[in-house]
């Protein structure tokens, strides 16, 4: 295991998986961010959909997180396919690990339907040994490395290691659908793979929790927003045309209509000094974010 070369604050740590899980995911991040109350607001950040299950191992405060729709208040958590953004939003010491799956591989772990963990939050409570879980809160509070805490969530994962590999087709799938641009048709993928478009989609839904016109539509919209991050953005109007859209225009529609506002308010700085420490965390996410790693 090796720390990422990412230039993190101390606060922000970012880890490659052990071997054994490195089919499975692709980061592992741990963040603690000082108590909020201390800077007299809440600490809150806005969080793009990236196409990656997670699983959030919680030690500090428990987080609010809300898509606009429905609103989760949670300590450790399971958090399926998001389509829309999620506010995040944490009243005290922010501390916790957050795992990172490649899109296919979260039913490795979990006995539950992909569709419903979509769009939501799932208390790790509900879905593994409550006793179990709550040890592992109070072990990651106690132990005193980063690298200590991380070797103890990847032991718990090992534990609950159902299979040994995804659905081969889905996995095919993402990554043709990925190569091509986010611009191939599902049909042509079907075809390509020799299934039905209804075997794929039945399949895709099960494996991922949503159909896959609609993950291929949020990974090329997370695509342009997470080049446009970094501290050098390109223009708006190229980065629509790199990730196949037809112009800035279509981005900016698909940008609303998906995910209610505009990329340039998105990308908007925030005054709060903690909710700048979450953004930056989750700007470097992006950034380094692979299905293909």
Same mark, same amino acid.
């Given at each position: 295991?090796?720390?990422?070369?990412?230039?993190?604050?101390?606060?922000?740590?970012?880890?490659?998986?052990?071997?054994?899980?490195?089919?499975?995911?692709?980061?592992?991040?741990?963040?603690?961010?000082?108590?909020?109350?201390?800077?007299?607001?809440?600490?809150?950040?806005?969080?793009?959909?990236?196409?990656?299950?997670?699983?959030?191992?919680?030690?500090?405060?428990?987080?609010?997180?809300?898509?606009?729709?429905?609103?989760?208040?949670?300590?450790?958590?399971?958090?399926?396919?998001?389509?829309?953004?999620?506010?995040?939003?944490?009243?005290?010491?922010?501390?916790?690990?957050?795992?990172?799956?490649?899109?296919?591989?979260?039913?490795?772990?979990?006995?539950?339907?992909?569709?419903?963990?979509?769009?939501?939050?799932?208390?790790?409570?509900?879905?593994?040994?409550?006793?179990?879980?709550?040890?592992?809160?109070?072990?990651?509070?106690?132990?005193?490395?980063?690298?200590? /805490? &991380?070797?103890? $969530?990847? !032991?718990? %994962?090992? @534990?609950?290691? *159902?299979?040994?590999?995804?659905?081969?087709?889905?996995?095919?799938?993402?990554?043709?659908?990925?190569?091509?641009?986010?611009?191939? /048709? &599902?049909?042509? $993928?079907? !075809?390509? %793979?020799? @299934?039905?478009? *209804?075997?794929?989609?039945?399949?895709?839904?099960?494996?991922?929790?949503?159909?896959?016109?609609?993950?291929?539509?949020?990974?090329?919209?997370?695509?342009?927003?997470?080049?446009?991050?970094? @501290?050098?953005?390109?223009?708006?109007?190229?980065?629509?045309?790199?990730?196949?859209?037809?112009?800035?225009?279509?981005?900016?529609?698909?940008?609303?209509?998906?995910?209610?506002?505009?990329?340039?308010?998105?990308?908007?700085?925030?005054?709060?000094?903690?909710?700048?420490?979450?953004?930056?965390?989750?700007?470097?996410?992006?950034?380094?974010?692979?299905?293909?790693?």
């Amino acid at each position: 295991m090796t720390a990422s070369s990412l230039p993190l604050t101390p606060l922000m740590e970012a880890f490659r998986p052990t071997p054994a899980l490195a089919d499975c995911i692709t980061d592992i991040w741990v963040w603690e961010i000082e108590s909020a109350a201390q800077q007299g607001d809440s600490a809150s950040l806005t969080l793009l959909p990236d196409g990656h299950p997670t699983m959030c191992f919680i030690y500090g405060a428990p987080l609010t997180a809300s898509d606009g729709l429905q609103a989760f208040t949670t300590r450790s958590a399971v958090c399926g396919f998001q389509a829309r953004p999620v506010q995040v939003t944490c009243g005290g010491r922010a501390a916790g690990i957050t795992v990172r799956f490649r899109p296919w591989s979260l039913p490795l772990f979990v006995r539950l339907s992909l569709e419903e963990a979509a769009e939501r939050r799932l208390d790790c409570r509900d879905l593994f040994a409550r006793s179990a879980i709550e040890d592992l809160e109070s072990e990651l509070y106690e132990l005193p490395t980063s690298v200590a /805490r &991380v070797r103890r $969530v990847e !032991r718990f %994962l090992l @534990a609950q290691l *159902r299979a040994q590999s995804a659905d081969p087709l889905i996995e095919k799938a993402v990554h043709q659908l990925c190569e091509g641009g986010y611009t191939t /048709r &599902v049909g042509q $993928v079907a !075809r390509d %793979l020799g @299934a039905s478009e *209804r075997t794929l989609e039945r399949r895709f839904r099960r494996a991922i929790g949503v159909a896959p016109k609609l993950f291929s539509r949020v990974m090329r919209l997370q695509s342009a927003l997470a080049v446009q991050a970094q @501290a050098q953005p390109v223009r708006w109007s190229e980065r629509a045309l790199d990730a196949g859209f037809y112009d800035q225009a279509h981005l900016i529609r698909e940008t609303r209509e998906l995910f209610g506002i505009t990329p340039s308010t998105m990308l908007a700085p925030l005054s709060n000094p903690v909710a700048r420490g979450f953004q930056e965390l989750a700007r470097e996410i992006a950034m380094s974010s692979s299905i293909f790693r």
